[in-house]
Antibody, heavy 118, light 110 residues
Framework: QVLLVESGGGLVKPGGSLRLSCAVSGFNFRDYYVSWIRQAPGKGLEWISYMTITGSTIYYADSVKGRFTISWDSAKDSVSLQMNSLRADDTAVYYC???????????WGQGTLVTVSS | QSALTQPPSASGSPGQSVTISCTGTSSDVGGYSFVSWYQQHPGKAPKLIIYEVDKRPSGVPDRFSGSRSRATASLTVSGLQAEDEADYYCSSYAGSNNFVFGTGTKVTVL
């Protein structure tokens, strides 16, 4: 059973940092990409980052480039998203998802809410 | 990368059909057969219902069908049911490791 479980969301002040984690199981993660996709309240979906487990391919949307860092934690079989210099417009539900590139995602986690507010 | 264009809303009565368009360019929808559709109920994660333009994952009812003409993909929901009321998003590979989502369509079952 393919599972992706996000954690780490919460309330953070503008300029602050937060680290999200996506625990993956039920598939050979070396054969897939893992993506982070976010959805601001009442808005659509936005790809923000994805990577291969080997790190050979890493992508960042312009909106997060230089502020967010995606990485693989082999000890925990999880993909992390380190988010720095957070802004109010980063407020969103953050989903991780599995991708069999070049297909868009097939399996998604349940999402974790990040709220950036003073 | 610009978002794919979808109509904001669509509606139909139970048993009827509704078709949602997803318009892109030759650099995404028109250039690759990697177009997917997702259904999202309020407060839930998106669920894949169509991939590679017209393929259905296991467990998705055959009431859902996908097609494409040039740079416009379409999702048709036939025999509308109350549980089909949701937001629907298309997405496409856009080359050079880029992917793009559609703007989303809210389907209302009247």
């Amino acid at each position: 059973q393919v599972l992706l479980v996000e954690s780490g969301g919460g309330l953070v002040k503008p300029g602050g940092s937060l680290r999200l984690s996506c625990a993956v199981s039920g598939f050979n993660f070396r054969d897939y990409y893992v993506s982070w996709i976010r959805q601001a309240p009442g808005k659509g979906l936005e790809w923000i980052s994805y990577m291969t487990i080997t790190g050979s391919t890493i992508y960042y949307a312009d909106s997060v480039k230089g502020r967010f860092t995606i990485s693989w934690d082999s000890a925990k079989d999880s993909v992390s998203l380190q988010m720095n210099s957070l802004r109010a417009d980063d407020t969103a539900v953050y989903y991780c998802a599995r991708q069999d590139k070049p297909n868009p995602p097939d399996y998604w986690g349940q999402g974790t809410l990040v709220t950036v507010s003073s | 990368q610009s978002a794919l264009t979808q109509p904001p809303s669509a509606s139909g009565s139970p048993g009827q059909s509704v078709t949602i368009s997803c318009t892109g360019t030759s650099s995404d929808v028109g250039g690759y057969s990697f177009v997917s559709w997702y259904q999202q109920h309020p407060g839930k994660a998106p669920k894949l219902i169509i991939y590679e333009v017209d393929k259905r994952p296991s467990g998705v009812p055959d009431r859902f069908s996908g097609s494409r003409s040039r740079a416009t993909a379409s999702l048709t929901v036939s025999g509308l049911q109350a549980e089909d009321e949701a937001d629907y998003y298309c997405s496409s590979y856009a080359g050079s490791n880029n992917f793009v989502f559609g703007t989303g369509t809210k389907v209302t079952v009247l």
